[in-house]
C-alpha cells in the first residue's frame, strides 16, 4: 500500500468519526440543571452566559420584589431575579451552593440566584418532551419543555418567558 | 457637565445619592413648622419590601421645582460629595423598567458597595403622591 493511501486510510474514518460526532451533537441540547428548594429545573445552556458564584446582592428600593438587586460584574452592573419569588415558591437564605446565572435573552440581561447548580450536560433532543398539564400553576406559564436527569424529572424554564413577566 | 454633587443618606442600609441642584433646603423633621408644605415618608413611594422602616433622625428635603411646597422625609445626609459624571454606571434593563418612575437611575461604587443615584423629581411624579 503506498503511502498516501495509508495516510488517508488512517485519517478518513478518524475524520468520518469526527463528522459524526458534529452531527450529533447537531441533535444535542446543552441544559444547565439546577435545584430551587427540592424541585430539579434547567435552562437552555445557550441562554445562560456564566455562573458566579453567590455575592451580595445590593437591594434597589423601588423594584418589585421579583427582583433581589444589583451586583457587579467585572465592572458592568447586573440585576438579579429572585427565581422564587418568580415562580410564587417560599424564600429560601442564600448558602455556599447558591450561585448566580448570567442570563440572556431577546436583548435582556440579567442573574438569577439559582439555590445550586447540579450539572451542565449534553442531552439528545429526542430526551427533551411537551410540557404536561399537571404542572404547578406557579411555574406553567415559564415551561417549555421537560426531560429527566438522573431519573429525576426536569422542568426546562424558558428565560425570555421569566424576564418578560417582570419587565 | 462632568460633575455632579450628591448628597449621600442611608435608608435601612441602602445608600441613596440625591442630586444636590433639586433640593432646596434640608431641615429636622422635629423643626418642621410650615404646615401647607406636603410632605411624605420616602419608603411610601419607594418602597423597601419591609414590615417596618426605622429612620434614625428623619430630614425633610424640599424639592425646588414645585409651586406648592413638597418635602420628602428621609434620614438625615451622611455627606455630600461631587463624582464625575463618567464614574456613574448605569442600570440594568430590568431595573430601569421596574422602578418607580425610573426615579433610580445609576449607581456610582464606593466601599464595595453602590450609591444609587435617586431623582427626587422622578419620584414625586408618580400616582401615589
Not at chain 1, 458592568?76 to 450561585?99: C, Q
Not at chain 1, 446565572?101 to 435582556?108: F, L, Q, S, T, V
Not at chain 2, 437611575?105 to 435617586?118: K, M, P, R
Request: aromatic share 6%; glycine share 4%.
Amino acid at each position: 500500500m503506498e503511502q498516501t493511501e495509508k495516510i488517508l486510510n488512517s485519517i478518513i474514518p478518524e475524520k468520518q468519526s469526527d463528522q459524526l460526532n458534529e452531527m450529533e451533537n447537531d441533535q444535542k441540547t446543552e441544559l444547565v440543571i439546577f435545584k430551587i428548594g427540592s424541585m430539579t429545573h434547567a435552562f437552555i445552556g445557550s441562554d445562560i452566559k456564566e455562573i458566579l458564584p453567590y455575592e451580595t446582592i445590593a437591594f434597589v428600593p423601588g423594584c418589585p420584589e421579583t427582583i433581589l438587586g444589583i451586583i457587579n460584574v467585572r465592572g458592568n452592573i447586573e440585576s438579579v431575579l429572585n427565581l422564587h419569588k418568580i415562580i410564587k415558591k417560599s424564600d429560601l437564605m442564600p448558602t455556599r451552593r447558591s450561585r448566580i446565572a448570567i442570563a440572556e435573552r431577546d436583548g435582556i440581561r440579567s442573574g438569577i440566584l439559582l439555590d445550586s447548580v447540579e450539572d451542565v450536560v449534553s442531552i439528545p433532543r429526542s430526551n427533551i418532551y411537551n410540557t404536561i398539564s399537571t404542572l404547578d400553576p406557579g411555574i406553567r406559564g415559564f415551561v417549555d419543555s421537560i426531560t429527566t436527569y438522573k431519573d429525576l424529572y426536569v422542568t426546562i424554564l424558558n428565560v425570555g418567558k421569566l424576564f418578560k413577566t417582570i419587565a | 457637565m462632568d460633575t455632579i454633587d450628591i448628597l449621600v443618606t442611608k435608608m435601612s442600609s441602602v445608600k441613596l445619592g440625591l442630586n444636590m441642584s433639586q433640593i432646596e433646603r434640608i431641615y429636622r423633621l422635629s423643626e418642621e413648622k410650615n404646615t401647607s408644605a406636603k410632605l411624605i415618608y420616602i419608603h411610601k413611594i419607594l418602597p423597601f419590601h419591609q414590615d417596618s422602616i426605622s429612620y434614625k433622625s428623619p430630614h425633610i428635603f424640599m424639592l425646588k421645582t414645585f409651586e406648592t411646597p413638597f418635602g420628602i422625609i428621609i434620614d438625615e445626609p451622611q455627606k455630600m460629595i461631587n463624582i464625575p459624571v463618567k464614574e456613574i454606571s448605569p442600570l440594568p434593563y430590568l431595573i430601569k423598567q421596574t422602578c418607580v418612575n425610573g426615579s433610580i437611575w445609576g449607581a456610582v461604587e464606593e466601599d464595595s458597595t453602590f450609591i444609587l443615584l435617586l431623582d427626587v423629581i422622578r419620584l414625586i411624579k408618580t400616582d401615589q403622591v
